[in-house]
């Protein structure tokens, strides 16, 4: 059986819980959020329970997720794998039990799903400030009461389905298989620092995440990257492996 990216989340944390696992910029206005794994493996494990137990999101239901490349888009991404339960991108075919979706989609989400919550997407998780449309549901006033760790009754197989990507479809275990492929293909070896930068969420989600946890490594994840910066940051960051 092919390894899930929740068990290559646990290896990592028990790996070295501390050390920096996803470093996130927007260079549009000036954001830089620096998670440990065991911080990012808290908040996929909050959002894993909100989602299966504040929304009732079960095994083999599918959830789409109308967002950005962003860190709380990848930890929605890694709670619903957690749970067994597979990433739309965009917005679905109709068939999803929820539908997330950032500032800029979160009005016409509204009704599109027996679920809808809405992501800020301000800095460090803030909720919004204006009043969400009738049935959405405000993530950051949700998430934080739920535990920080998750422990599915069953453990999803990896033969789930896992992520839509425009009708093309990868289980659990395919996806860690993928990561393996696009990491020889990056030249990202053990312990590798990958610079991403990209406002595509599914590109995030293979080169920020799922490539650093088949390596053991790390990402810096930049959104609304200002070209002229990245020397800099790449030496500030140390990183070894520009995606893209």
Known sequence: MSETPAELL?????????????????????????????TFDNWVAKTAGFLTGGLGAETGERVALRLPAHWQALAWAAACWSAGVCVVLGSGDGDVQVAVAGPDDVATAAGSAPEVVGLALRPLGGRFTEPLPPGVADYAVEVPGYPDHFAPVFPPDDTEPALDRGGAVHTL??????????????????????????????????????????????????????????PARVDAERVTVTAG
């Open 10 to 38: 646990r290896t990592a944390v028990r790996h070295d819980g501390a050390r920096p696992f996803l470093t996130f910029y927007d260079d549009a206005t000036g954001e830089r959020v620096e998670l440990s794994t065991i």
């Open 173 to 230: 275990g395919g996806l860690a298989d993928h990561a393996r492929q696009r990491a020889e293909q990056l030249g990202a070896g053990p312990g590798g620092r990958l610079l991403v930068a990209t406002d595509d969420l599914g590109t995030a989600l293979v080169d920020a995440l799922l490539v650093p946890l088949v390596v053991g490594g790390s990402a810096v994840l930049v959104r609304h990257e200002d070209p002229a910066g990245r």
